[in-house]
């Protein structure tokens, strides 16, 4: 039979006689969404001891995620995957009890700054030192951070999550 190009294939070709086909196994693919959450609004953080800040949430971060919590409540999610930040936890924290799941922990998911003693959100930053803020929206993270491989290392934190869970649905 001639070749036709099936979206549930990944538009790769395949015969068109080939689901029927006692000697071929059915092609079976489980789309697989990554729904990415930033954090709810954490506070500011200033540590003299050189400890990594990691912020809890602000009042107004706790409404922020009980808001996702009850927007995602009656949608169909299978896991939540969490950075191991407090910020980032218990911004989960609701929506995963809403959906009776756990958090799993991914640290690769982490953001770049995780380590940094002091802890100031963007939002404040912009109110407070609107020049610093437009400095490091236009320059990035600065010296001693290489943005490029914290960003290859946080896609590839999200493809594992991909693969993972595409091959736990099968």
């Known amino acids: 039979p001639p070749l036709k190009s099936h979206p549930t294939a990944g538009g790769r070709k395949v015969g068109a006689g080939s689901y029927g086909d006692s000697r071929r196994k059915p092609l079976r693919w489980r789309a697989v969404d990554l729904l990415l959450i930033r954090h709810g609004l954490p506070l500011r953080v200033e540590r003299d001891d050189g400890l990594p800040a990691d912020p809890p949430l602000s009042p107004e971060g706790r409404a922020q995620a009980e808001s996702v919590a009850r927007w995602l409540a009656h949608e169909s999610i ?64 600065g010296e001693g951070v290489p943005i490029e491989i914290f960003a290859a290392e946080v896609r590839a934190a999200l493809d594992d999550i991909r693969t993972r869970f595409s091959e736990s649905m099968n």
């Open 78 to 141: 299978d896991r939540i995957v969490s950075s191991p930040l407090l910020r980032a936890m218990e911004t989960a924290a609701p929506l995963a009890a809403a959906l009776g799941l756990e958090v799993e922990i991914e640290p690769r998911v982490a953001e770049f700054d995780r380590d940094s003693a002091l802890y100031v959100p963007l939002e404040e930053l912009r109110r407070s030192d609107y020049p610093a803020w437009k400095a490091f929206m236009a320059n990035g993270y």
